[in-house]
């Protein structure tokens, strides 16, 4: 079965970035009223827990995504046994993910009162906070997680957005209303809990119905299995690298410098998480169809591919960059005021680490999409082994600055230059890796010029707060976009990336190919 790849990914893109919008909107507004509620130390306190929570979830291992990449082979073929087989092991082993979570979970409860150095908020019992924070954790996996597997694998995200945001926008409305009238944390976990349950349920229920010949039933070759629990253990080491650079910072400071400061840090923290998030749905909704394309296509074919979409990519990329860059600071201002601002040298660091992490995450997609995670096994395993070092190393001397830099470190130097061997060895022709190169380093150049640019026109008007934020957002928005212009007008890479985004905005949507029995 050959997926309608443009259609899907601009399907998936406008669902995805719709749930992103809300769970970015959301959560800004329910930060905002929990500080003023309820007060600083619960931020901290939600980001350790947060934090904590995605160690545990080292336990998956990998196993969503090599499950979904086992999926596009038998799609592609229309193999219904195999693709059954494959959900009845995935089942299995999400059971079986459950069940360790719970049990470590629960053996880290003793060491709790060691990762908070000061700021936990009075009359609150931690370990009762901890084990609803666990169960919503837990259900994640227990009920009917498998199933979205085949939404993803299908290249139908969309399905699962559209539920999680019915669920999302009655969760986020029940926290608010909880945090102004009731100002009570414990409340606040519950709805938590019972809106995670009702996402899995309903997604699981959706799939069903689109796909109900897909039962799991069936065993596979032990071939097969083998060869996915060689991708899982291989998969491993790219989600340890993961949760080092999204929770290690977390932990770190935390530890070595309490509740209070770690809130204000994510508060910077969340306004880069919510523009990455808006970037994984772009390359979410791609995943699939990259992952068909590179089973059915050419090598040169897919390169091509990598060059468009790098570049649209690293354009959004700078756009982005260049408007935090210019933002951040009238926006913190506004919204928590002055006294809980950071310095322009820890800006200019988060701005560093949003594009070097972004466009990680671009090129990883093509490796995650080709699976060639026991190739690129050594590279998430060094990265983070070095982020968490650095971190260590540099937090009493450098603070803020060491755990952000230590993570920049890791990225430049260590997981992207590596990744581009890994693709162009295993993946795309070797002969274009320097050619590419080429281009990657010029889009960063541009990056970094556009948002210097930017940074130094806006510093030209002397406003009140909310006048330079429009200002702002003008300039920066508009700098880059005419810098990147400006050169790469007559690229026929650029010529050939408008080309495939008109195809995208203009699709028709004709009707999908896709098994609705």
């Known amino acids: 079965m050959k997926l309608e790849r443009t259609k899907n990914a601009a399907r998936n893109i406008v669902f995805d970035g719709t749930l992103e919008i809300v769970n970015m909107l959301f959560p800004f507004v329910i930060r905002s009223v929990m500080l003023h509620c309820l007060g600083t130390e619960y931020l901290g306190l939600n980001g350790l827990f947060k934090s904590l929570l995605t160690f545990l979830n080292l336990a998956e291992l990998g196993v969503g995504s ?208 919510a523009l990455r998030m808006m970037l994984v749905v772009v390359l979410n909704a791609c995943m699939a169809g990259v992952g068909n394309k590179l089973v059915m296509e050419s090598k040169e074919a897919n390169y091509r591919d990598l060059e468009r979409i790098s570049l649209l990519f690293c354009w959004l990329l700078s756009v982005s960059a260049s408007m935090l860059f210019c933002l951040y600071q009238p926006f913190m201002r506004l919204w928590m005021g002055g006294d809980n601002m950071l310095g322009t040298g820890i800006v200019v660091s988060f701005v560093v680490y949003y594009y070097s992490m972004g466009a990680n995450k671009m090129i990883n997609m093509f490796k995650d999409a080709a699976g060639i995670w026991r190739k690129d096994r050594w590279r998430p395993l060094t990265a983070a082994l070095c982020n968490l070092c650095l971190n260590l190393a540099t937090v009493r001397w450098l603070g803020l600055y060491g755990v952000l830099l230590s993570s920049v470190f890791s990225i430049v130097f260590i997981q992207i230059p590596w990744l581009f061997y890994n693709l162009f060895q295993e993946v795309f022709p070797r002969r274009f890796m320097g050619k590419y190169i080429r281009l990657f380093c010029g889009l960063t150049a541009a990056a970094l010029v556009s948002c210097g640019a930017s940074w130094f026109l806006c510093g030209l008007f002397r406003l009140s707060v909310w006048p330079t934020l429009f200002v702002n957002a003008a300039v920066s928005f508009l700098v880059p976009n005419l810098c990147l212009y400006a050169v790469y007008r007559r690229n026929p890479v650029f010529r050939d990336s408008l080309s495939q985004l008109k195809r995208i905005l203009l699709s028709k949507g004709k009707k999908t190919e896709e098994p609705h029995e």
């Open 66 to 273: 090599a499950m979904v990449f086992s999926m596009y082979k038998p799609i592609a073929e229309d193999d219904a046994p195999a693709i059954c087989a494959l959900l009845r092991l995935y089942r299995t082993l999400y059971r079986i993910i459950g069940l360790v979570i719970a049990a470590v979970g629960l053996i880290l409860m003793p060491f709790l009162p060691g990762l908070i150095k000061s700021g936990l908020p009075a009359g609150m019992n931690l370990y009762v906070l901890y084990l609803m924070n666990l169960g919503n954790t837990v259900v994640t996996y227990w009920l009917f997680a498998y199933r979205s597997s085949l939404l993803q694998a299908h290249q139908r995200r969309d399905v699962i957005s559209k539920v999680s945001l019915a669920v999302r926008l009655t969760e986020y409305v029940l926290k608010v209303l909880i945090l102004l009238f009731l100002r009570n944390y414990y409340l606040y976990l519950a709805v938590q809990l019972v809106c995670q349950i009702a996402v899995n349920i309903l997604a699981a229920l959706c799939a069903a119905k689109m796909y109900p010949r897909y039962v799991p039933r069936g065993n596979l070759p032990k071939e097969a299995a083998r060869d996915i629990f060689r991708r899982v253990r291989d998969l491993f080491t790219s989600k340890l690298s993961a949760t080092v650079f999204d929770s290690a910072d977390t932990l770190v400071i935390s530890a070595f410098m309490g509740l209070t400061v770690l809130a204000v840090y994510q508060n910077y923290y969340f306004i880069i998480t």
